[in-house]
């Protein structure tokens, strides 16, 4: 079974400032995936950025990177230069193996950090 | 063309009735899912259909009914409908596995809000 924690329930930043949003995980598979998705007011769900665990270098997206540490299991969000766009609930998830050849995907979700970001 | 939809967006409804929320993906995937998200913002997967097929059948109340008339569509059914039923739920889909670049990333509906009185 896979399991997500995120300590940080809230975090509050200074506009302009970098912040890092902690994830680790569990999982006996041996090969599995890592997401961060965003959740602004407004609800929906926005994918962020991937890491699967045989990458060899760090994902980035754009002002988004993942500091993926495998041997400590964790997996944190960098979001560089924050803007006030950014406030929102951020969540870590993993995947495992496909459950089935059909691959339905199971993704397990942390409990989310609410940052919110300081004009 | 929004690529997961979902309706309604909200529903308000009393203890006791049946309700459904309706999905339907205009993305080609072959995989379909259910997501709940409590009070507290925890989202947990409720079902997954791949191909009108139930994969995955999480420990959810025999309440709980998915259908999928085809992979393109799938709701959800509650019956007698219960305070601790008041969540958002997510519909989202994943691409086909076969797909050598797939992350197993879901992509998710606006989300349903469902209070119970």
């Known amino acids: 079974a896979q399991k997500i924690t995120q300590t940080q329930p809230g975090m509050f930043v200074q506009e302009k400032e970098a912040v890092t949003l902690d994830c680790t995980y569990d999982t006996s598979d041996p090969s599995y995936g890592l997401f961060w998705y965003k959740q602004p007011s407004s609800g929906e769900m926005i994918f962020l950025i991937y890491q699967g665990s045989y990458d060899q270098q760090n994902a980035t997206e754009g002002r988004y990177s993942l500091n993926f540490q495998k041997a400590r299991k964790s997996a944190n969000l960098v979001i560089s230069a924050s803007q006030l766009g950014d406030s929102a609930m951020y969540f870590c998830a993993m995947r495992g193996l496909p459950l089935r050849v059909q691959g339905a995907q199971k993704l397990v979700f942390g409990q989310g950090t609410r940052l919110t970001i300081n004009p | 063309d929004t690529a997961v939809s979902q309706t309604p967006k909200y529903l308000v409804t009393q203890m006791g009735n049946d309700k459904s929320i309706k999905c339907e993906q205009n993305?080609?995937?072959?995989?379909m899912y259910w997501y709940k998200q409590d009070s507290k913002k925890f989202l947990k997967i409720m079902f997954s259909y791949n191909n009108k097929e139930l994969i995955i059948n999480e420990t959810v109340p025999n309440r709980f009914s998915p259908k999928s008339p085809d992979k393109a569509h799938l709701n959800l059914h509650i019956n007698s409908l219960e305070l601790g039923d008041s969540a958002v739920y997510f519909c989202?889909?994943?691409?086909?596995?076969?797909?050598?670049?797939?992350?197993?990333?879901?992509?998710f509906g606006e989300g349903s809000r469902l209070t119970v009185l």
């Open positions: 989202a889909s994943s691409r086909p596995d076969r797909v050598l670049t797939n992350t197993g990333e879901l992509f």
């Open positions: 993305l080609g995937h072959d995989t």
